[in-house]
């Protein structure tokens, strides 16, 4: 069975600082993809940032860049400058290339202080 | 529409009673999903319809849950014979067949059940 896994369910981060948010996942599958959700209070999960497996690179929105790491099987969020709006639930998700499901981690609820 | 509009945000039902949860996803979009989140969880997957399709059914938890998409466009979500399990929020999410390569999804703010 694919799984995902967040271990820290909080992260705190003082505004305008960096911070990583940490995710593992579990496949036997070559061909899948990766991805960051965003949910704040309004329950909407927004899409932070995707990644390819295939691909060596790793993907980077803005203030958000992800370190993946194929064999580890890892999947870091950073989220570098971080503002008040950045505080919400972020959701690590796992989706094959074969599969029509999102398969997500447990989340981490990040709070940023002044 | 401009995005994916779930309807009612908030439902309360009683132990026993039939819901019915509204997804209307992003016009054009051919793909549709049903997600699941209990309180602290990450959602989980239900149901999947490529149009008016249901092709896979797979994460429903029991016969109580039924949806369909007559049309290809709206969808309903229902439970029969609710259960305090049964309380969760309930994600919709649509997708076209562009992003649909890509596999990216955009979701609707939910419905919050609450069984009582």
């Known amino acids: 069975a694919q799984t995902v896994t967040q271990s820290q369910p909080e992260m705190s981060v003082q505004e305008a600082e960096t911070v990583t948010l940490s995710c593992t996942y579990d496949t036997s599958e070559s061909d899948y993809y990766l991805f960051w959700y965003k949910q704040p209070p309004s329950r909407q999960m927004i899409l932070v940032i995707r990644q390819e497996a295939y691909k060596q690179q790793n993907a980077t929105e803005n203030r958000f860049s992800v370190n993946f790491q194929k064999a580890a099987k890892s999947f870091s969020l950073k989220i570098s400058d971080s503002q008040l709006g950045d505080a919400a639930m972020y959701f690590c998700?796992?989706?094959?290339?074969?599969?029509?499901?999102?398969?997500f981690g447990t989340g981490t609820r990040l709070q940023v202080t002044l | 529409g401009a995005g994916v509009s779930q309807s009612p945000r908030y439902k309360v039902a009683k132990r026993g009673q039939d819901v019915a949860l509204r997804c209307d996803p992003i016009s054009g979009h051919v793909s549709l999903f049903w997600y699941q989140q209990a309180l602290g969880q990450g959602p989980e997957f239900l149901t999947y319809?490529?149009?008016?399709?249901?092709?896979?059914k797979s994460g429903l938890p029991s016969d109580r849950f039924f949806a369909e998409r007559p049309e290809g466009s709206v969808s309903t979500l229902k439970i029969q014979r609710t259960q305090q399990e049964d309380s969760a929020v309930y994600l919709c999410?649509?997708?076209?067949?562009?992003?649909?390569?890509?596999?990216?999804?955009?979701f609707g703010a939910g419905t919050r059940l609450s069984v009582l």
């Open positions: 998700a796992y989706h094959t290339g074969t599969a029509s499901k999102l398969t």
């Open positions: 999410a649509s997708s076209s067949s562009r992003d649909r390569a890509k596999n990216i999804q955009y």
């Open positions: 319809f490529q149009n008016e399709a249901q092709l896979d």
